[in-house]
């Protein structure tokens, strides 16, 4: 179900976001800021899976506290700087280095697994605009991801100029001590990805701890939005049949496999693990390919008797002739004609 990680643990990794949940969740009696690294992981995780459809998740997390000058003078260089703004007028800092940066855009622009860009350059303004997306989603998640890790009300920060020199940005924030959480964020299980750094003012980080009924509430909430989340792979299984391990290894290229004609309209969608979940029936839908689900859930086995009805397959080369198609197998049986966006049936 879903990617396999390359950590130790070689969990699934919507067992990875649980259990990272459950883990900020069980310290909400500490610092505030000690939750930040988890929260962060777990936004970037969904920022990335909504816009790429790929893992992501923050390595290597440290938390530090700076002074403007001292945020300024270490942010990446070459990078890509992002000042922020809430509704209370408070400003922050999200830095991305140049690697992140080209993963971004690589990411984004579909580029292959082995297609990776190590050299860090000054991000072009085309960089800017398809990094925004992932930076706004991953400001739009933290706050949510902090109240699951016990702060209520955590303020909300938007995008609000960006540079790509530091030095530019000596009067856009304000001079006071900022509490920055960074790491690597790794992308599609450590392909690609680069240095991230949020920094914000300690006052955001005074929001109040999670108490009573509404802070389980959403606990129990988030729990099931990541569970139901996860990913689950279907199966479509056109037949199953049974032959001996002699005739297995005697099939070769041309040899034909009888299937009975029912399996077009018996056809269970198997999840890992062999369990059936919906049955459905084979067709087209503007042209191509489609299973139309026709019951809840696959009462029993499907094609339980196809191997009786087929013929014996050749044992050997030696003169042996492939087996021939049952009368049955060649027809398509009581397939409905093609109504209101129903899969049509296959042709002949």
């Not at 390919?289 to 397959?313: D, E, H, M």
């Not at 030696?318 to 049509?344: F, I, K, R």
């Amino acid at each position: 179900m879903g990617h396999r990680t390359t950590d130790g643990e070689n969990m699934p990794s919507g067992e990875i976001t649980i259990r990272k949940i459950i883990d900020a969740a069980s310290r909400i009696d500490g610092e505030t800021s000690a939750q930040g690294a988890h929260a962060l992981s777990l936004a970037a995780g969904k920022a990335a899976r909504g816009l790429f459809d790929v893992e992501a998740s923050l390595h290597d997390a440290s938390q530090t506290e700076s002074g403007k000058s001292e945020l300024l003078e270490n942010a990446p260089d070459p990078g890509l700087l992002f000042v922020l703004t809430a509704a209370d007028g408070a400003r922050g800092l999200l830095s991305l280095d140049g690697l992140l940066v080209n993963a971004l855009v690589e990411v984004m622009t579909g580029a292959a697994d082995n297609s990776v860009f190590k050299e860090q350059r000054v991000p072009t303004r085309t960089d800017v605009a398809l990094c925004r997306d992932f930076c706004t989603h991953l400001l739009d998640f933290f706050p949510a991801e902090m109240a699951v890790a016990g702060v209520a009300d955590f303020p909300t920060f938007r995008l609000h100029q960006h540079e790509t020199q530091a030095a530019k940005l000596t009067y856009a924030l304000d001079d006071l001590r900022y509490c920055c959480i960074g790491g690597q964020v790794r992308l599609q299980n450590g392909i690609r990805g680069g240095g991230l750094v949020l920094a914000l003012p300690y006052s955001a980080w005074n929001a109040r701890p999670r108490t009573g009924r509404a802070g389980s509430d959403a606990w129990s909430g988030r729990l099931a939005e990541n569970v139901l989340g996860a990913r689950l792979v279907l199966r479509a299984n056109l037949a199953t049949m049974s032959v001996s391990l002699a005739d297995a290894f005697a099939l070769k290229v041309g040899d034909e496999l009888p299937v009975a004609a029912r399996a077009l309209s018996e056809i269970d969608l198997i999840i890992d693990g062999g369990a059936p979940l919906l049955r459905g029936r084979l067709g087209q839908m503007n042209g191509r390919k489609a299973i139309s689900v026709a019951t809840g859930s696959a009462a029993k086995p499907a094609f339980a008797n196809a191997a009786q009805t087929a013929t014996r397959l050749p044992a050997s080369d030696n003169g042996a002739t492939a087996a021939a198609l049952p009368p049955e197998a060649d027809q398509v049986a009581d397939t409905p004609p093609e109504s209101h966006g129903e899969p049509a049936p296959m042709p002949d």
